[in-house]
């Protein structure tokens, strides 16, 4: 089973930039689908961005298109989440998590191995 760990959050300003990373271990990690979801205070997790297992196809919450970029190093075991033009909407817990196949998916449902989360915290 794949294990996670995020890291790279923070506490930032509006309009400020972020890097999150998550980090996997497994031999397989290159075979699997990744996402990265978020969770406010009183809300439901939602997805944030995902890719396929070879990084080519993509997807975005409509919320954070042309801000945030995601992409993966199969050889170092990590996705990134490039965050940019912060608002103070994206203050979240942000969670990696892994899909047991190569395909894309934007459905929470269809990802397991949650990472513990990592806190971003944007003020205005």
């Known amino acids: 089973q794949v294990q996670l760990v995020e890291s790279g959050g923070g506490l930032v300003q509006a309009g400020d930039s972020l890097r999150l990373s998550c980090a996997a271990s497994?031999?397989?990690?290159?075979?699997?689908?990744m996402g990265w979801f978020r969770q406010a205070p009183g809300k439901e997790r939602e997805v944030v961005a995902a890719?396929?297992?070879?990084?080519?196809?993509?997807y975005y919450a409509d919320s954070v298109k042309g801000r945030f970029t995601i992409s993966r190093d199969n050889a170092k075991n990590t996705v990134s989440l490039q965050m940019n033009s912060l608002k103070p909407e994206d203050t979240a817990l942000y969670y990696c998590?892994?899909?047991?196949?190569?395909?894309?998916?934007?459905?929470?449902?269809?990802?397991?191995?949650w990472g513990q989360g990592t806190q971003v915290t944007v003020s205005s």
């Open positions: 998590a892994t899909r047991q196949t190569p395909y894309l998916s934007d459905a929470i449902a269809d990802f397991g191995s």
């Open positions: 497994g031999r397989t990690f290159s075979r699997y689908a």
């Open positions: 890719i396929s297992a070879s990084g080519i196809s993509t």
